[in-house]
């Protein structure tokens, strides 16, 4: 659930900070994070230079 949050805020152009339980959950949220970006660069509803946004993602564990 909270990814789609986070890609929200991505998109919304707000920096992001991940922070999970363990660094196993933290990966697999930051994996969906980037399928969902990825899903709409596919869809062509964004470009790839869109998806860098990404790059305001930090994470924590």
């Known amino acids: 659930m ?10 919304s152009n707000y ?3 991940l922070k999970k339980v363990n ?3 933290l990966q697999a949220g930051i994996g969906r994070v980037r ?3 990825q899903s ?3 869809k062509e509803a964004m470009t ?3 998806d860098a946004t990404s790059a305001s993602v930090s994470a924590s564990s």
Do not use: D, H, M
């Open 2 to 11: 909270g990814s789609g949050i986070a890609t929200a805020l991505i998109l």
């Open 15 to 17: 920096p992001v900070i």
């Open 23 to 25: 660094e196993k959950f």
């Open 35 to 37: 399928a969902n970006l």
């Open 40 to 42: 709409r660069v596919k």
């Open 48 to 50: 790839i230079e869109t």
